[in-house]
């Protein structure tokens, strides 16, 4: 009878202890595909989401969305005063790109009227909508028929 007790705890332990090494191999697979996926989407890439309105769109790394102002021009800014307090520059300069987007598109300018720098697009600089408080707002998409989002068919003409 002894024997047989022995026998079903060795059992018992031998079949913990498996158990335990198959979650931790589970785990580790599961941790090396989210490396890789972190190696893939850098925390400072620019981000590609979808919304209902205005389809897919680029946003910054924080999830805030890209817009480009009709009445600029390649290389100018004619975005100032008022109109930049609503429409702020965005001038992170190191990121990533996702994929269906060529790092070589985006540039730097200077403001003319304040000197700092602002990340272009083809050549058209790129804004954020003040009224645009969380991830996934593009409130600012369509704005007096001259704000739009931007994505990787924008077509600046």
Same mark, same amino acid.
């Given at each position: ?80 005063? !008022? ?48 009224? !645009? ?25």
């Amino acid at each position: 009878m002894k024997k047989g007790i022995f026998t079903l705890v060795i059992l018992s332990i031998i079949f913990a202890l498996a158990a335990c090494g198959k979650s931790t191999v589970e785990k580790t697979e599961t941790d090396q595909t989210e490396q890789a996926q972190t190696e893939q989407a850098p925390a400072d890439s620019l981000q590609l989401l979808e919304n209902e309105k205005a389809k897919e769109y680029l946003a910054d790394p924080q999830g805030r969305a890209l817009y480009y102002f009709k009445k600029d021009e390649v290389g100018k800014s004619n975005c100032s005063g !008022d109109c930049l307090a609503n429409w702020p520059a965005f001038t992170q300069e190191d990121f990533a790109v996702q994929e269906g987007f060529d790092k070589k598109d985006f540039d730097t300018i200077t403001r003319e009227d304040n000197g700092e720098k602002q990340v272009t697009y083809k050549g058209f600089p790129l804004y954020y909508f003040a009224k !645009d408080q969380q991830v996934g707002d593009v409130n600012g998409q369509g704005v007096k028929d001259v704000w739009f989002v931007v994505n990787s068919e924008t077509d600046f003409e």
